[in-house]
């Protein structure tokens, strides 16, 4: 069975990091390209950033700057440093993935995982 899980969500103060993780299981990410998406609070689900087979990245304009998408396809994970985290990062964050090999301009990803909080707050 197909499944992805988030973690290393938490608590971080304005201006702290955060590195994200996703896993895989079930499948094998090298034939899956991986996005990340933020869901805060009252707001539809926004794409951040998203990566290919051979590690070439996109990102939504506003958070390329901060935000960094990796892949470590030996480990079957993907991961998303945050760094300068804002109060409006605030949170939920999934990974998606999608079997083919390249970002799918409409961000459209048939497989998500349950997803891992980030609260950033003083």
């Known amino acids: 069975q197909l499944q992805l899980v988030e973690s290393g969500g938490g608590l971080v103060q304005p201006g702290g990091s955060l590195t994200l993780s996703c896993t895989a299981s079930?499948?094998?990410?090298?034939?899956?390209?991986m996005g990340w998406f933020r869901q805060a609070p009252g707001k539809e689900r926004a794409w951040i950033a998203c990566?290919?087979?051979?590690?070439?990245?996109s990102y939504e304009d506003t958070m390329r700057d901060r935000f960094t998408i990796s892949r470590d396809t030996a480990k079957n994970m993907v991961y998303l440093q945050l760094n300068n985290l804002k109060p409006e990062d605030t949170g939920t964050y999934y990974c998606?993935?999608?079997?083919?090999?390249?970002?799918?301009?409409?961000?459209?990803?048939?497989?998500w995982g349950q997803g891992t909080q980030v609260t950033v707050s003083s």
């Open positions: 998606a993935g999608r079997h083919s090999s390249f970002c799918p301009r409409d961000h459209d990803f048939p497989h």
């Open positions: 079930g499948f094998m990410l090298d034939r899956y390209v």
């Open positions: 990566i290919t087979l051979n590690g070439r990245t």
